[in-house]
């Protein structure tokens, strides 16, 4: 009798882990969290990927041929890099810090010179936002200072990693988080 109820007891877990795993509310999970989504959200993170159009946009690189008006040419590649932190707080305030980097080349002074001349720069912006569930909790909405909202779809919602999608018209803009 006891062994009976054990394997009766067993089913139903089973059966529980079954369904709540397969009643995910986010595309890639988690199934089941014991922590709530807002704790989930709140934290400082990092933004690994930022893709539009599947286009990388974090690690930029751009190669070409430089045609001097000298009638000589050389080939040259330009870079960006760009770094996203973003911190959430339970009061619904967000903050983001972007900062880039680029090396590019100067087209004025390698055309003199039929040379690659490159400029560095680096540049730091910062926004704070509010930031709220919809009521369903499947999407993020974010309310800008300047009144502008945008609403992005939420693909995973872990712990440590959090994945964003936008439709912005005819972008696809996607985002993956990891918490610092």
Same mark, same amino acid.
């Given at each position: 009798?006891?062994?009976?109820?054990?394997?009766?007891?067993?089913?139903?877990? *089973?059966?529980?882990?079954?369904t709540?795993?397969?009643?995910?509310?986010?595309?890639?999970?988690?199934?089941?969290?014991?922590?709530?989504?807002?704790?989930?959200?709140?934290?400082e993170?990092?933004?690994?990927?930022?893709?539009?159009?599947?286009?990388?946009?974090?690690?930029?690189?751009?190669s070409?041929?430089?045609?001097?008006?000298?009638?000589?040419?050389?080939?040259?590649?330009?870079?960006?890099?760009?770094?996203?932190?973003?911190?959430?707080?339970?009061?619904?305030?967000?903050?983001? *810090?972007?900062?880039?980097?680029?090396?590019?080349?100067?087209?004025?002074?390698?055309?003199?010179?039929?040379?690659? *001349?490159?400029?560095?720069?680096?540049?730091?912006?910062?926004?704070?936002?509010?930031?709220?569930?919809?009521?369903?909790?499947?999407?993020?909405?974010?309310?800008?200072?300047?009144?502008?909202?945008?609403?992005?779809?939420?693909?995973?919602?872990?712990?440590?990693?959090?994945?964003?999608?936008?439709?912005?018209?005819?972008?696809?803009?996607?985002?993956?988080?990891?918490?610092?």
């Open positions: 009798m006891k062994k009976q109820k054990n394997t009766l007891a067993l089913l139903f877990i *089973v059966f529980g882990l079954i709540f795993s397969s009643c995910s509310k986010y595309e890639e999970g988690p199934g089941i969290s014991l922590r709530t989504k807002k704790s989930r959200v709140v934290g993170w990092q933004v690994t990927t930022f893709k539009i159009n599947g286009a990388d946009y974090l690690n930029q690189t751009y070409d041929v430089f045609n001097c008006s000298s009638g000589s040419s050389f080939n040259y590649t330009n870079t960006g890099n760009i770094k996203i932190e973003w911190t959430f707080k339970k009061d619904g305030s967000s903050a983001n *810090v972007v900062n880039t980097a680029s090396h590019v080349i100067d087209y004025v002074s390698s055309d003199a010179q039929c040379t690659a *001349v490159y400029t560095d720069s680096n540049d730091s912006t910062s926004e704070t936002t509010a930031w709220e569930f919809s009521s369903d909790k499947e999407d993020i909405k974010f309310t800008y200072s300047d009144g502008s909202t945008e609403t992005w779809k939420i693909i995973e919602l872990r712990e440590k990693e959090m994945k964003l999608k936008l439709n912005d018209g005819t972008d696809i803009i996607e985002a993956t988080f990891e918490k610092k």
